[in-house]
Structure formats: structure tokens, C-alpha cells
């Protein structure tokens, strides 16, 4: 997973956007200017977060009438900066309320903060569709104002269009009857993949043939005699990996795909719905068409373009690792007529062992969890010259640990590391926001929230490159949380570029100069420089068969919500694009799309991390060129992109840093072979 929107969509809409010269109207003295602080400790009983839930719903609703009851002339200093502190607060409550209703060990609270956000949107809702509000920011004269004005301006004059506020009485009304919709069964789909975790059950150690000892040595038998293998991350990815059964590794991928079912399916049905039925209201023929109104692509036609080029760029490369692996089976199973889902982690291992030399189980013993997040602070302090330290607050768990990020003597911003599975927690990875930073206002604060192994245990070193893709959008939130105004600071900017800083700060866990400094052995020793160039050399293994599954991803994304969701069967659809875009036949019985949380977090919008990984690959090209531990480079990417925020267009920002047009022709001969990754 990647980045969480843990606050409401529509309060991503309809946040304040404007800033310019001063003046002294009157509505700056009549108007509150309230930014509340959240105490997360307030909020660890089910009592007291419902109790702050209620006063903040109270005082939030008495803001946004005082507003709509304002009839002087709106100013920035005044009315914008009201209604800048209003959206603000509501975020602040709303992204506390949904995180600890994502993490926190008590059931009882996890249930009050999904109660409190589905509250909260309500007001997100009213705001975006008032009429006084918006004819009160749309009084306001940009003329003189400065281009990040005018284009926040405009990105928030959209986002009240988008959200239907033109519309008459009866719409408006049933819009908000629909956001409301929305976000309840949403809640409910993301609340039972959370808590769905299955299990398998193993008669003996023979099960556990092919795993590395210490995952043995972690799985014992039970009080029944039974060892049991969750479908959390920590068991099941090296599960797949290593386990020498083939029936086993399909039961348990089976079990995976069928988190969420069967009760998911009607819950997506009645989330496709009420989206189509809010598309059609707002104006738009579905919602596809409305997601991507305010994105780079612009329109899902645009997507679907996009997808079919990268299909195009994969389709040798994907037959070709096919056929590689395929060989690989039928070594071990010569009657085999093609690849299985359940094999292919499992055989594309051998390969890389056998072909290149690289075996995961040596890799995976220099990269505990322990020496992986120290090293992965260091190199964020060194190559942006920031300084991270401890930070004495509350946390939700005792796993959970607290930081500070300080530019020279100076706190920029804070952040949580909840880094490890347990009961009730959101099984993925992702960065929740807690609080956008506002300049003079409120610092930023953010969490990653994963699921690795505890302490020294070994992490696969995919899992240390998602710890950094996620770190990626901690930095991002954390640097470009210094703006006055709410919808420009934080990494408000278009959603298909928000994964481009995460993915691209996946590339330093290639680097030696980087790992070296924190991969080690338990015997201390640092991993061999040639085992990294190995694993280098083999690292674009597999890369056309894994780009196809996400553009299966994708395109189900897409297609799910670009048309009436009446002509829909959506196993049948998932099992037509799987066969579209990937060389597996659907593994039978079981239904994926339960547990694929994206579809309501992202909707549509699933594509955005190959369009964001696009224009990684091509930012990325600087640092090929000018150094991976270059300090100034650095610099000038967290002063051209990073800090910037949403202040500008994320075109703009990159052409900015680059010094030139974006281009996707690296990313495109990388996936057809042309160039191989560094």
C-alpha cells in the first residue's frame, strides 16, 4: 500500500486556497480564526474520543454558520483565513479519528474513531456544498494576487464544482445524503479486511519444509499441536517465498485472496452504486470521469491510453520471464503445462538464486528491522542535512515509537513509527496524516503505519524498500507542511503525482553506499558489495510480469467505476482483466477484489502509481547523474518539489527540478528491456 487519505475526500476538495497582500477589511476582526490542537491522549477510551468528537462537532458547526452568516465583504485576511482555520480543525479531529480507528489496540476505540470520523465528514460535506461559502470565495479579487494564489484559487473553486454545490436544493441534498453513504461503506469495507485475519493450519514442521529457521523457530505448535500461519505480511510473503509444498503455498494463497469474503462483495456493490448515482448528480457520466477531473490525466480515457502503453511496453518482457520460470517448474515438475499464481514466488526465487546468485534467505539475515529503521532515519538526516530525534509524547501502543524533525535547531515537524502487526491493526503500509502543517499555525505530524517483523527479526528486502517508499511520503508531508494556506500545504498536490517522491526514495535501497551502512549479519558484518551488484543485476527479474499485475490492478480499478455499476459481475470482470493483462488464469475460488482496500481509498484511481512511478524513474535520473549521496541535489529536490507542496502544478514542480520537459522514455525502456535499473 502506500499513501492512507485517513480525512475525508471531500475535505480534499473544498480546503481553503488563497493567500496575497494583506488589508485591514473588517471581516478579519469579525470572523474566529480557531485551529485546534488534537491531544491523542484525550482520545485513547471509546469516552473520551466521542466525548472530543461531540465538542469539536459542536464548536466546527458553529464556525461554518458564523460563516454562511457573514454578509460583509469576504477578504484573505478575514474570511479566508476563518474558513482556512475551519478546514484545518476539521482535519486535524477527522485524520486523529480515523487513524486511531485504523491502529488502536482497543476494539472500543477503533469503533469510536470510525464513528467520529463518519461524523466529522458530515461536516466536510456541508461545507463543500455551501452555497454562502462558496459565493463568498468567489467574490474574492486574484487579479493582483501571486501565481500560487491564483492557481490554489482555482484548484479550490474546482473542487467546490466538483463537489456540486452549483446544483439546486433537492441535489445538494441528496449529495449529501450520498457522501454520507460513501463514507460508511467504505468504512465498513476497510474495517473488515482490518479485522479479517486467517490462518493456516499445519499438522507438523513438515509444513514449514523450505523456511528459513528463524520463521520455524517463530511457529511452534500450538497447545492443540497445530502451528498456525497468518495472512498477515511478517508470515505469509515468505510463506510464498520459501515453503517448499505446492498445495500448501496454494491453500494459503487462497486464503489471502479470500480476506474480505464474502461479505465485501455486496459492500463494493452498494460502494460502486453510490458513487455512480454521485458522479451522475454532480454532472459526469460516471465516476471515473469525476475522480479524474482534477488529476494530471484528466480523464479516464486518458488512463485507459496510459494503461494500454505500458501493456504494450510489457507484452515481451512478461513472455519472456513467463517462459523463464515456466522452464524453471518443469525442472521440478515436468508434467507442468503452465505457471501457477501460487508458484511464482516461490520458482522466481530459484531463478534468482540459480541464475544471478542471489539467495533471499543469506539477504534477508542483513536486513533486521532493528538496523533497517536506524539506517533509514540516518540517511534521511544526512542526505536532506536535517536532524531526527526522539520525541516524548503519547502513543496509541508501546510498539509505537515517536520522532521530531528538526532543520537546524528548528522542529519542522513530527512523526510516529507503528511498525508491526497485531490484532485489529490495518494490515498494510501505508503514511496516515495526523495534522497538515500550517505556517505560524501548526507543525505537520504524520505515522507510518506497517506490519514488519518485531526487533532484530529478518525483514525481506522488498519490505525494506516499502519501509522507504513509505518513508518517501513522510518526507514529503513533513517538508511541505509550511504553507498559510490548508489545500497547497502537506502533499495536497495531484493525486497521480503523490507517489512519485515515495517511489523514487525506493531506488536508495540499491544503493551500497546506503545499505552498507546498516545492513549487517548478527555477526556485525556489513553485506558483501557483491552480493548488492547481484542483487542488482537480478533486480529487473520479474519486472514485466510485475508491472502487469498492477496494470491488472488498475485497469479493474478503472473499469469498476467507469460505467453503470448495473452491468457489472465483478468476478467475471476481475477474472477478464487478470487473463487481459497477466499470463495466470485466475486461482479458483477465491475473489481478491475483497481485500483490495485501494478500491475504496483510491476508487478509480489505482493507475496512479505507475503514472507517479513514471515520473520517478525520470526525476530519478538526476541523482544517476549527479550522485545518490549528493547533498545538493538533494537540496534542490526538497526545494523545488518536496517543500513546494501543492503550491503549484506537479508538472511545473518537476520540469523545475529537472530543467526540462517530463519524460516517460525512461521509464519506457526500462520496462521493455532497453535500459536495465542501476
Known amino acids: 500500500m502506500s499513501l492512507r487519505y485517513s480525512f475525508s475526500a471531500i475535505l480534499l476538495l473544498v480546503v481553503v486556497a488563497a493567500c496575497g497582500k494583506p488589508d485591514s477589511s473588517s471581516d478579519a476582526a469579525a470572523l474566529p480564526v480557531r485551529f485546534v490542537a488534537i491531544d491523542l491522549q484525550q482520545m485513547d477510551t471509546a469516552e473520551g ?90 467574490s474574492l479579487d486574484a487579479s493582483d494576487a501571486d501565481e500560487t494564489t491564483k492557481h490554489s484559487l482555482s484548484k479550490m473553486l474546482l473542487g467546490f464544482r466538483l463537489s456540486g454545490v452549483d446544483k439546486d436544493d433537492a441535489t445538494r441534498e441528496r449529495i449529501r445524503a450520498l ?39 517463530a511457529h511452534q505448535p500450538g497447545d492443540d499441536g497445530k502451528i498456525r500461519i497468518s495472512t498477515q505480511y511478517p508470515d505469509v510473503f515468505p510463506f510464498f517465498e520459501y515453503a517448499d509444498s505446492d498445495e500448501l503455498r496454494k491453500e494459503m494463497l487462497s486464503l489471502y485472496l479470500n480476506r474480505g469474503y464474502p461479505q465485501n462483495e455486496e459492500i463494493l456493490k ?27 490525466s484528466g480523464s479516464p480515457e486518458r488512463v485507459q491510453a496510459f494503461l494500454t502503453e505500458l501493456k504494450g511496453y510489457t507484452a515481451e518482457t512478461q513472455d519472456r520471464e513467463y517462459e523463464t520460470l515456466l522452464a524453471r517448474l518443469r525442472q521440478d515438475q515436468p508434467d507442468a503445462e503452465s505457471l501457477e499464481r501460487w508458484q511464482t514466488t516461490y520458482i522466481e526465487e530459484k531463478v534468482r538464486r540459480e541464475q544471478f546468485d542471489v539467495d533471499s534467505k543469506i539477504v534477508r539475515q542483513y536486513f533486521s528491522y532493528n ?68 505556517e505560524g499555525r501548526q507543525l505537520p505530524v504524520a505515522g507510518l503505519i506497517c506490519n514488519f517483523p518485531t526487533g532484530d527479526g529478518a525483514m525481506q528486502h522488498a519490505q525494506v524498500e516499502t519501509f522507504l517508499h513509505e518513508f518517501g511520503h513522510l518526507i514529503h508531508w513533513l517538508f511541505a507542511g509550511h504553507h498559510r494556506w490548508d489545500n497547497v500545504s502537506g502533499i495536497n498536490t495531484e493525486w497521480d503525482f503523490v507517489e512519485a517522491p515515495s517511489q523514487m526514495l525506493q531506488e536508495w535501497v540499491w544503493d551500497y553506499d546506503t545499505v552498507s551502512r546498516f545492513a549487517k549479519n548478527a555477526a556485525g ?72 482496500g485501494h478500491l475504496n481509498g483510491y476508487s478509480a484511481i489505482y493507475y496512479t502509481y505507475q503514472w507517479s512511478l513514471a515520473i520517478a524513474t525520470d526525476m530519478f535520473t538526476r541523482f544517476e547523474e549527479q550522485g545518490l549521496r549528493d547533498v545538493e541535489v538533494a537540496k534542490a529536490y526538497r526545494d523545488t518539489v518536496l517543500s513546494q507542496g501543492g503550491t503549484r502544478p506537479a508538472e511545473k514542480l518537476v520540469t523545475d527540478f529537472l530543467g526540462r520537459e517530463i519524460s516517460y522514455k525512461p521509464y519506457a525502456d526500462r520496462l521493455s528491456g532497453t535500459k536495465k535499473a542501476k
Not at 93 to 103: H, T
Not at 187 to 209: C, P, W
Not at 397 to 413: N, P, T
Open 371 to 438: 538496523n533497517t529503521r536506524d539506517g533509514i532515519l540516518e540517511m534521511v538526516q544526512d542526505l536532506f542535512q536535517v536532524k531526527i530525534e526522539p520525541w516524548d509524547t503519547y502513543t496509541w501502543h508501546e510498539d509505537v515509537k515517536a520522532y521530531q524533525l528538526l532543520d537546524g535547531d528548528e522542529v519542522i515537524g513530527r512523526f510516529y513509527l507503528d511498525m508491526h502487526p497485531r490484532d485489529g491493526k490495518f494490515q498494510h503500509a501505508a503514511m496516515f496524516p495526523f495534522v497538515n502543517g500550517i
Open 179 to 217: 457522501n454520507d453513504e460513501i463514507v460508511a461503506i467504505g468504512q465498513d469495507f476497510d474495517r473488515i479486511i482490518r479485522e479479517d485475519v486467517r490462518y493456516l493450519e499445519l499438522d507438523s514442521v513438515d509444513g514449514l519444509a523450505g523456511l528459513p529457521d528463524d520463521y520455524i523457530a
Open 525 to 596: 558484518e556489513p553485506i558483501p558489495q557483491d552480493l548488492l551488484e547481484r542483487m542488482v543485476a537480478a533486480r529487473d527479474f520479474g519486472l514485466g510480469m510485475g508491472t502487469r499485475r498492477q496494470l491488472n490492478y488498475a485497469a479493474l480499478s478503472l473499469n469498476l467505476y467507469n460505467r453503470n455499476p448495473e452491468d457489472i459481475d465483478i468476478d467475471a470482470m476481475s477474472q477478464e482483466i487478470e487473463r487481459e493483462f497477466t499470463r495466470f488464469e485466475p486461482v479458483e475460488g477465491t475473489h481478491f477484489y475483497t481485500s483490495f
Open 270 to 296: 452498494k460502494l460502486l452504486v453510490a458513487r455512480y448515482e454521485l458522479a451522475q448528480l454532480i454532472g459526469y457520466d460516471n465516476y471515473a470521469q469525476l475522480v479524474t477531473a482534477d488529476k494530471m
Open 49 to 138: 474520543l466521542t466525548a472530543l468528537c461531540t465538542a469539536e462537532e459542536t464548536a466546527l458547526r458553529d464556525h461554518l454558520k458564523t460563516l454562511e452568516g457573514f454578509s460583509g465583504k469576504a477578504t484573505i485576511d478575514g474570511y479566508l483565513e476563518s474558513l482556512n482555520s475551519l478546514t484545518a480543525s476539521l482535519s486535524n479531529v477527522s485524520s486523529a479519528a480515523q487513524s486511531l480507528g485504523s491502529v488502536h489496540p482497543d476494539k472500543a476505540v477503533r469503533d469510536a474513531g470510525d464513528a467520529c470520523a463518519q461524523t466529522l465528514a458530515r461536516i466536510g460535506t456541508d461545507i463543500s456544498l455551501s452555497r454562502p461559502v462558496y459565493e463568498a470565495v468567489s
